[in-house]
């Protein structure tokens, strides 16, 4: 019992029967110092090694051989260590930050404890300095073992693997697509026009007109004037072929017009007209009632003086058809 008592209560490490306590101590604790700080090196091409970070448990006493005190429990074998290891996978416990600092484990050491409970290294070190006893954080479970595991930097390993995947894959589907729009054209109108618009650029149509134009200035621009003037005059005969004399039964429907619209103002002099629909005898002192009217086969009204004075100050050749003052467009006319 005394030496029991000796080894358990007063220091874990002396023994009656230990000849030199204090050597082995120091040894036993810069091993297992070395070992936090080292731990195990993981070369290229080998995975991880997973290892029991307790040390060997110490000799029995005298007493437990004997029966008089309980004897710790037996280590975990690799058997068990296995299910407790596929119980902290079924529980995803490697996958939720730790529960002492509550952050991710990503490729920091990690912990497993025989409770199935998954922690920090460091964390769990320094709970148990701040508690002054080995309980489970979580659980609360006394006396238990720990097992160096690297679940959670495998699966962070394969997370960041996923994510470069995922951004190369994003990054080829956008270039490829970018190339389709440049080389493709689309069939709807509109993506149609910018398609083109995109491809040849007003600079370059600038460019091109420059590139190939004469470099006489003057003689492009008289060129361009030549081509207007005879556009102009291809125009005028097409609308003077196209413009023919009015029947009688036009000039009837032309009349209708007039009376619908109910315009009764010259639109040059700006005066009364005659209606035609109310036939008056002339009065000769009236000047008003003296000015005849001229109806167009565009359905316009003037005085027959304000229109010839109009083709007069216009100074229409033969070439060149008069114009009704308000369409601008070739007429026929008739006095009324």
């Not at 490490?13 to 700080?37: C, G």
């Not at 894959?169 to 190339?179: C, P, T």
């Not at 091109?208 to 470099?215: A, D, I, K, L």
Request: proline share 6%.
């Amino acid at each position: 019992f005394q030496d029991h008592i000796t080894r358990s209560l007063l220091h874990p490490d002396l023994s009656l029967s230990d000849p030199f306590p204090r050597r082995i101590r120091k040894t036993s604790r810069d091993a297992h110092a070395r070992e936090r700080v080292k731990g195990p090196q993981r070369q290229d091409g080998q995975e991880e090694r997973e290892y029991v970070l307790d040390p060997d448990p110490p000799s029995l006493t005298l007493a437990q051989r004997l029966g008089l005190v309980a004897s710790p429990g037996e280590r975990l074998t690799e058997d068990e260590w296995a299910q407790v290891k596929a119980r902290s996978v079924q529980q995803e416990e490697s996958a939720q930050p730790c529960a002492i600092c509550r952050e991710e484990f990503r490729l920091q050491p990690q912990v497993l404890l025989s409770c199935s409970h998954v922690f920090h290294r460091a964390c769990l070190q320094a709970f148990e300095r701040f508690s002054g006893r080995k309980c489970c954080p979580m659980c609360r479970r006394d006396q238990y073992e720990t097992r160096v595991i690297h679940d959670a930097a495998h699966l962070f390993r394969h997370q960041c693997a996923a994510r470069i995947q995922a951004y190369w894959r994003g990054y080829i589907a956008r270039k490829w697509y970018r190339h389709i729009n440049r080389t493709t054209c689309p069939k709807d109108k509109n993506l149609r026009r910018k398609f083109f618009e995109a491809r040849v650029s007003f600079e370059e149509l600038n460019d091109s007109f420059v590139r190939y134009c004469h470099t006489d200035t003057e003689a492009f621009l008289s060129d361009i004037d030549r081509s207007l003037s005879s556009s102009r005059r291809v125009f005028q005969q097409l609308e003077r072929k196209s413009v023919s004399e009015p029947q009688e039964n036009d000039w009837d429907r032309i009349k209708s017009q007039i009376i619908q619209r109910g315009v009764w103002d010259c639109p040059i002099c700006l005066t009364a007209l005659c209606n035609p629909s109310i036939p008056t005898q002339p009065d000769e002192s009236n000047p008003q009632q003296r000015r005849r009217t001229v109806l167009l086969s565009c359905s316009h009204l003037f005085h027959q003086l304000c229109l010839e004075a109009f083709e007069t100050f216009a100074a229409f050749t033969e070439d060149r058809r008069p114009t009704c003052p308000l369409c601008r467009s070739a007429y026929h006319k008739k006095l009324i």
